[in-house]
């Protein structure tokens, strides 16, 4: 595991190499980013950006996309994975959004998470990435980097997104999350991380590490 020192040296070479990082999930609005995220569970963010590009030039707002309902929908998403179950999701979240709330996406976990289809990891991105909280929300990118490097290791993803908020220190919490999950999906991938090219290799602890197309260290 990390001491505070490798922690802090850890986020400041992810910072000098992206100091501004964003989703890539496109999105001009909380209310658009929160679709997004609801088809994006089990899918890519270029799969759902695909669809999204064109269902927001007819639909981004709860009352436009209530309006145009599921079958409306469906031509948009279809290609997504799950995506009628999604489709469900989106209705009756555009329902309760305009029945509870205005319209308008809530800020707090209570209650992003009482909307259908969004669980904990959802609401994290919807707090952090649209309302500037410091949340992490861990998907499998997240959890991997977090256990292979020793940066916050945990058996599942609550522990580690507790580890995450003790362990980042605080000037880097804002934007770990999405430090870390490009961190995951471009370099410290799941099969063939990417040891050699990786600006945090000396810091961190995988025993596996990768070099030239071999294996270091232990197997």
Request: charged share 25%; with cysteine; aromatic share 6%.
């Amino acid at each position: 595991m990390m001491n505070l020192e490798k922690r802090h040296a850890f986020f400041e070479l992810l910072k000098a190499n992206n100091p501004h990082p964003e989703t890539e999930l496109e999105y001009s609005s909380p209310f658009e980013l929160l679709i997004a995220v609801l088809l994006s569970a089990q899918a890519t963010d270029v799969s759902v950006n695909k669809g999204t590009r064109q269902l927001f030039k007819i639909a981004n707002t709860p009352q436009a996309l209530l309006e145009l309902g599921e079958e409306g929908v469906k031509p948009y998403i279809q290609h997504i994975g799950l995506f009628n179950s999604k489709g469900k999701h989106i209705q009756e979240t555009c329902r309760l959004l305009l029945e509870k709330h205005q319209g308008i996406v809530p800020q707090t976990r209570e209650e992003l998470e009482a909307l259908p289809g969004v669980g904990r990891k959802t609401a994290n991105v919807i707090l952090n990435t649209a309302f500037g909280q410091p949340t992490m929300a861990v998907d499998t990118h997240i959890f991997r980097v977090s256990n292979r490097t020793g940066l916050a290791p945990g058996k599942d993803v609550v522990k580690v997104e507790e580890q995450l908020l003790k362990r980042v220190p605080r000037e880097f919490l804002q934007d770990a999350h999405h430090w870390l999950i490009l961190h995951g999906r471009y370099t410290c991938k799941a099969r063939n991380p990417e040891c050699e090219q990786c600006i945090v290799e000396p810091l961190c602890g995988y025993k596996q590490k990768t070099g030239k197309g071999k294996v270091r260290g232990d197997i």
